[in-house]
T-cell receptor
């Protein structure tokens, strides 16, 4: 099925460890996004990529890095995980020219202990 | 950046009644809006898109946009327990800033 695929679905990290969250879409969308969602909070934008080769900071970029590897893939890296980064992470993609809104991945539930 | 305000709820509505969800915005440049539904533990899914003043109907859902008063609403007719979720209003933009959404609880 066409859509946005995120891996892994669950992850537990120790403080200070690093990891990369993977996201891939097969809808030929130009724009891709990373959000985090904490309990009782809305979705907060971490980073986004308007097109292949470009990335920009969102509302809460500190502690994260991203790579737009190609048009399909947009990864999110935590270099030194902290308990405050415990959250559910959602990747999304959109084709701005079509205006259909985001398609979200199923999310990665990350716990940092 | 374009932002919206929503009552976080929870909004409790009896089964079979009409649920009314509201959203206000401050940026007059916002021309069109999405409504997303998010079930607990799941990712948001797009349910409505409205870009012109007035009403847009899709099954039991009606989205309303009033650009003069700067509000958007979502009406759910014949509410079902399966409608219990958080509903997110978002302005169409290349970089969407979401509000916290409104939690809706349909009482059986």
């Amino acid at each position: 099925n066409a859509g946005v695929t995120q891996t892994p679905k669950f992850q537990v990290l120790k403080t200070g460890q690093s990891m990369t969250l993977q996201c891939a879409q097969d809808m030929n969308h130009n724009s891709m996004y990373w959000y985090r969602q904490d309990p009782g909070m809305g979705l907060r934008l971490i980073y986004y990529s308007a097109s292949e080769g470009t990335t920009d900071k969102g509302e809460v970029p500190n502690g994260y890095n991203v790579s737009r590897l190609n048009k399909r893939e947009f990864s999110l890296r935590l270099e030194s995980a902290a308990p405050s980064q415990t959250s559910v992470y959602f990747c999304a993609s959109m084709e701005p020219k079509r205006g259909y809104g985001y398609t979200f991945g199923s999310g990665t539930r990350l716990t940092v202990v | 950046q374009k932002e919206v305000e929503q009552n976080s709820g929870p909004l409790s509505v009896p089964e079979g009644a009409i649920a009314s969800l509201n959203c206000t915005y401050s940026d007059r440049g916002s021309q069109s809006f999405f409504w997303y539904r998010q079930y607990s533990g799941k990712s948001p899914e797009l349910i409505m898109f409205i870009y012109s003043n007035g009403d847009k109907e899709d099954g039991r859902f009606t989205a309303q946009l009033n650009k003069a008063s700067q509000y958007v609403s979502l009406l759910i007719r014949d509410s079902q327990p399966s409608d219990s979720a958080t509903y997110l209003c978002a302005p169409r933009d290349d970089k969407i800033i979401f509000g916290k959404g409104t939690r809706l609880h349909i009482l059986p």
